[in-house]
């Protein structure tokens, strides 16, 4: 089977730096995303790693190792509108479709 | 502007009864998708459907049907026979076939049971 584990929730404080981590288990997968919801809306993608590495977007990175199955999202100069869950996902070979994480709820304390 | 419109938002069926909720995008995507997410929990895909006319099973179809008549509109309904309906149900889209399969989502519609 096919499985993504986050831990449930995550509290930082603002201005601080914060890392969910996403580990997987799949059989093939083309690459790992995150999507960010804010409560009661819609998730919105966020980044994208096809490769092993980093990669940045503003005060977001994501990391993925294929070696260990394992990714990670990271938040630098978090503010209070960052307070949200956060979805790793997979996009499985056998048929295009993402794989989700039950999602991290971050809390921001200022 | 273009995006993906859900409604209604906020939805309640009685017990015995088929609801249809509507999905309907503007960005011109050829593949749309439904989802069904339970509090505190992830995303379960219920259906999708890569081209107009065609839809494949998700990981949890049962008591869901779709249709697919238009490339703008995947209606989703939710019969008597799925048991436990009350959840948020998302609808999404993607442009087909792109590496990264990047989902862009509507705003949801709440399901509850009268």
């Known amino acids: 089977g096919q499985s993504l584990e986050q831990p449930s929730e995550v509290t930082a404080v603002e201005g601080a730096i914060v890392q969910i981590n996403c580990t997987y288990q799949?059989?093939?997968?083309?690459?790992l995303s995150w999507y960010q919801q804010h409560d009661g809306g819609a998730p919105t993608f966020l980044s994208y790693?096809?490769l092993d590495g980093l990669e940045e977007t503003g005060r977001f990175s994501s990391f993925l190792s294929r070696s260990d199955s394992y990714g990670y999202l990271l938040l630098q100069e978090l503010q209070m509108k960052d307070s949200a869950s956060y979805f790793c996902?997979?996009?499985?070979?056998?048929?295009?479709?993402?794989?989700w994480g039950a999602g991290t709820k971050l809390i921001i304390k200022p | 502007d273009g995006g993906i419109t859900q409604s209604p938002k906020y939805l309640f069926r009685k017990e015995g009864q088929n609801v249809t909720l509507s999905c309907e995008q503007n960005l011109n995507h050829d593949a749309m998708y439904w989802y069904r997410q339970d509090p505190g929990q992830g995303l379960r895909l219920i259906y999708y459907s890569q081209i107009v006319n065609d839809f494949q099973k998700g990981d949890i179809a049962e008591g869901y049907s779709v249709s697919r008549e238009k490339k703008e509109s995947f209606p989703l309904t939710v019969t008597s026979a799925q048991k436990n309906p009350t959840a948020f149900y998302l609808c999404?889209?993607?442009?087909?076939?792109?590496?990264?399969?990047?989902?862009?989502f509507g705003a949801g519609t709440r399901l509850s049971v009268l």
């Open positions: 799949t059989s093939g997968f083309y690459g």
């Open positions: 790693n096809a």
């Open positions: 999404a889209s993607s442009t087909r076939r792109k590496e990264k399969n990047i989902q862009y």
């Open positions: 996902a997979v996009l499985a070979r056998s048929n295009y479709q993402l794989i």
